[in-house]
Nanobody, 121 residues
Framework: QVQLVESGGGLVQAGGSLRLSCAAS????????GGWFRQAPGKEREFVAA????????RYADDVKGRFTISRDNAKNAMYLQMNNLRLEDTAVYYC??????????????WGQGTQVTVSA
């Protein structure tokens, strides 16, 4: 099964930006809808964004619409999450994932270790 490794997290002040990367072990990642999830302290893992296999459509959780952009690069077997205008409540561990379908954000592979995003005032 495809293995996913997240990177790009770190410390950032509110209003700042970060670009997260998701590296896959092989091109299999390109045959599935992709997504990003996050888990904040004391909360369940939640859906953040999804992208079609073709990358022609994307969708987002209400809290991140207009601020986050999900993308993918088939040549690099990778997915990305551009995060702008970060808020304190965006602090969480972020995970990438291949999905059951674009409209069904069900995990299709084991979770990776994620990458920590910490937003400070």
């Amino acid at each position: 099964q495809v293995q996913l490794v997240e990177s790009g997290g770190g410390l950032v002040q509110a209003g700042g930006s970060l670009r997260l990367s998701c590296a896959a072990s092989d091109p299999t990642i390109n045959n599935y809808a992709g997504g990003w999830f996050r888990q904040a302290p004391g909360k369940e893992r939640e859906f953040v964004a999804a992208i079609r296999i073709s990358a022609t459509s994307t969708r987002y959780a209400d809290d991140v619409k207009g601020r986050f952009t999900i993308s993918r690069d088939n040549a690099k077997n990778a997915m990305y999450l551009q995060m702008n205008n970060l808020r304190l409540e965006d602090t969480a561990v972020y995970y990438c994932m291949v999905l059951q379908s674009y409209n069904s954000p069900v995990p299709r592979t084991p979770w990776g270790q994620g990458t920590q995003v910490t937003v400070s005032a």
